[in-house]
């Protein structure tokens, strides 16, 4: 993840190497960033699911419908943490995830929309791509058709996800007016050209 955001932020054009590198020393960062992501987000839903409790079901519905809405407006002001934590240079998980909620200020709804379409959007192409390809592979018997619908389903799911990647880094880049170079950090020496 973190190594594709390098490439796909970085105007320089860095080998796989050095993107690599970049992921490698951004990676406790990230997932600091998102283990606090993931309490928030999971002190919400469990705090939710516990006060529908023995609520009536309209309760339990509207409480359902607002907590969906919360997670995912939570998700949105979270989102551009991981280009934040590889363009910016930024160690700090908590500065990250702040950087993030401002960068989206003004902006989470459309951002929101944006990724509810591209998502949508990838379901529909992935459904009809394994609906065809599922078609065709009964044909040669069940074994073939189930194996050939997991390599499917795999190829579809990482497509999606370097579109999202892709998707992520062009919103930063957008509300952000990403540096043509990832600065780095202080602590960070820069290693001498052969």
Do not use: H
């Amino acid at each position: 993840l973190l190594a594709i955001l390098v490439l796909l932020t970085d105007r320089t054009r860095p080998t796989v190497a050095q993107s690599l590198k970049t992921g490698v020393r951004r990676l406790l960062p990230y997932l600091g960033a998102q283990l606090l992501v993931s309490v928030v987000l999971g002190i919400l839903i469990l705090g939710a699911v516990a006060g529908m409790i023995g609520a009536s079901a309209l309760v339990a519905l509207v409480g359902a419908i607002v907590t969906a809405a919360l997670v995912c407006y939570l998700f949105t002001k979270f989102l551009l943490t991981p280009p934040v934590i590889v363009v910016e240079g930024e160690n700090n998980p908590i500065a990250a995830m702040s950087r993030s909620w401002r960068l989206t200020r003004g902006n989470a709804l459309r951002v929101f929309a944006f990724l509810f379409l591209l998502i949508l959007a990838v379901a529909i192409v992935g459904a009809v791509v394994n609906m065809v390809v599922g078609l065709v592979l009964a044909l040669a018997g069940s074994d073939a058709a189930l194996l050939g619908q997991a390599v499917v389903s795999g190829l579809i799911n990482a497509a999606f996800y370097v579109v999202f990647l892709g998707a992520m880094a062009a919103t930063y880049r957008q509300l952000a007016g990403a540096p043509a170079k990832i600065a780095p950090r202080p602590s960070e020496a820069e290693e001498p050209s052969d």
